[in-house]
């Protein structure tokens, strides 16, 4: 490989101070190719929690050290503000429950990021994500990672055919305990770091108490889906379906002695509804509606076709008919009954490890979403005489 023409570095790798991000840089260096770190700072942390990231970059100067290469430092925070946490707040005010990954994927990874790197004189980005990248013909694909179980594509289903043109994920191939090997072997300092969970403007606090500071507490009733009242709830916004934690219900006269479970939110009347059971029929549905959905080959492979999708990140993929509508939002059928289809969350779709792309979740068939006056159940049903074929015949 030859250096580029502007600095002498062809890729300018994302170092999240992680060993994934650290074997990325690694595995590119040990391929010949020139390359440079880029850390970037996402969040103006308040000093109130545990986001890590002044470790996180001593870890990733460190191992910029190690391997013997240059380090940029970008302050990405304003965008982030912008283009993931504004959008997060007023998901959770409406009482959706929305996936701040992907649009930090697309707002800022995959969008300011590579802007930097092209300013730096950079052909192009790597990162340690687990995904793969392939080009057929004239279309870039996105593929799931070779481990399905570190897979994050999910996350990345909002990216084009620019940005995976000018993107690497050198960990694609790999399962992560080889990853963790080759760190340890290289004498990286993050070799056995801990990963990262969950989002870093929250780290290690309370998710409730950092939401109550942007939406403060309203409490209400908490009913059973028939409207018996149950108990009080401090506010709609802080749970989900699904959900089980942090209902402080206990034992209710008359009632089994089972968990209860969030299995619906009625935002206007300020009502959070419960029910027993992990499998509760309230939390099951088999149909959706999307917003404008994202085709990563910029097209989607037909009006009406079937695939396997996601609802949730690590879920098993399922088998589903979708119509593409006039609007480009979709309605997707289900062959089973999915538990907790909650909106505000993305439907990633799949031809097998084929990522096509994805959209965020309107609305559903679970029973109290459909009983609603406004819903919009009717329009999930695609026509019939509509003809369906697989993702694959394009």
């Known amino acids: ?16 101070g992680g060993v994934d991000s650290s074997v990325a840089a690694l ?11 880029l850390f970037m700072d996402n969040w103006a942390d308040d000093g109130s929690g545990d986001c890590r990231a002044q470790d996180d970059r001593r870890d990733a100067v460190a191992v910029c050290g190690r391997l013997g290469i240059a380090i940029h430092f970008r302050d990405f925070s304003r965008q982030y503000w912008d283009g993931v946490f504004a959008h997060f707040i007023a998901e959770y005010a409406a009482g959706r429950t929305p996936n701040p990954d992907v649009l930090c994927n697309r707002e800022v990874k995959f969008k300011h990021f590579l802007d930097a790197a092209r300013e730096l004189g950079a052909e192009g980005i790597a990162t340690g994500h687990y995904a793969r990248i392939a080009r057929v013909g004239d279309r870039w694909r996105l593929l799931r990672a070779a481990d399905h179980g570190k897979d994050q594509s999910y996350f990345l289903h909002q990216l084009g055919q620019a940005q995976l043109a000018a993107t690497r994920f050198p960990l694609g191939e790999l399962p992560k305990a080889q990853v ?9 300092p993050t070799a056995a770091k801990k990963d990262s969970t969950g989002i870093c403007f929250i780290g290690e606090r309370d998710f ?13 009733e908490i009913q059973d889906p028939r409207g018996e009242v149950l108990g009080e709830h401090p506010g709609v916004f802080y749970f989900t379906l699904g959900q089980r934690e942090g209902l402080q219900l206990g034992g209710v006269r008359g009632r089994e002695p089972a968990p209860w479970y969030v ?9 959070l509804y419960v029910d027993q059971g992990h499998d509760s029929p309230w939390l099951q549905s088999s149909r959706l509606l999307s917003e404008p959905a994202h085709w990563i080959a910029g097209s989607a492979p037909a009006s009406r076709f079937d695939c396997t999708a996601q609802v949730r990140y690590r879920q098993q993929a399922e088998h589903c008919e979708v119509q593409v509508l006039d609007d480009g939002g979709l309605a997707v059928r289900f062959a089973r009954q ?33 009983q609603r006056p406004e819903s919009p159940t009717q329009a999930i049903r ?4 509509v003809p369906r074929r697989s993702a694959g015949q394009r």
Do not use: W
């Open 263 to 271: 299995v619906g939110k009625d935002v206007a009347r300020n009502v």
């Open 180 to 188: 963790r090997r080759i760190a340890a072997e290289a004498g990286l």
């Open 208 to 220: 409730r108490e950092f939401l109550g500071r942007y939406l403060p507490a309203r409490p209400g």
């Open 27 to 37: 595995l590119l260096q040990r391929d010949g190719e020139d390359i440079a770190g």
């Open 1 to 16: 490989m030859t250096a580029s023409a502007h600095d002498g570095r062809r890729t300018i790798v994302g170092m999240s």
């Open 382 to 385: 695609p026509p019939a005489e």
């Open 338 to 370: 999915q538990r907790a289809v909650t909106p505000g969350q993305s439907l990633v779709l799949y031809d097998g490890d084929d990522c096509l792309g994805g959209a965020v979740i309107a609305a559903t068939d679970a029973p109290l979403e459909a």
